[in-house]
């Protein structure tokens, strides 16, 4: 990198104001996360610097952290020797008819 690239006092305190921005823009949401967590609260920040123009350095910052974590899941035991209510492939619909009145499963009359 040619000389003039430096990372120095006001590209360090372009950092820093980045940082703070950052965490005046994110403060609700980091909090409200903060709060609504057992475990704790990771904030991370990421710099970048690059060349710019003859002898600036671009500076970038990124904030990063979770505002909510996610637990799901589905449970259901399934048993390969029982056969299902509808497993014949040519059964289209199943009707029962009880006091007058017919009620239709899966498909419907034709």
Excluded: W
């Excluded at 980091?30 to 500076?59: H, M, Q, W």
């Excluded at 040519?90 to 419907?108: I, N």
């Amino acid at each position: 990198m040619p000389e003039g690239y430096k990372i120095g006092i006001k590209t360090r305190a372009k950092v820093v104001e980045q940082i703070t921005g950052l965490l005046e823009t994110y403060s609700n949401k980091i909090e409200a996360a903060y709060c609504l967590s057992d475990e704790p609260l990771a904030v991370g920040f990421k710099t970048k610097f690059n060349a710019a123009g003859r002898s600036g350095v671009k500076v970038v910052t990124q904030i990063t952290f979770i505002e909510s974590k996610i637990t799901d899941g589905l449970s259901e035991v399934v048993d390969e020797q029982q056969m299902g209510l509808f497993d014949d492939k040519d059964v289209e619909s199943v009707s029962v008819a009880h006091g007058g009145k017919t009620v239709y499963l899966k498909g419907g009359p034709k």
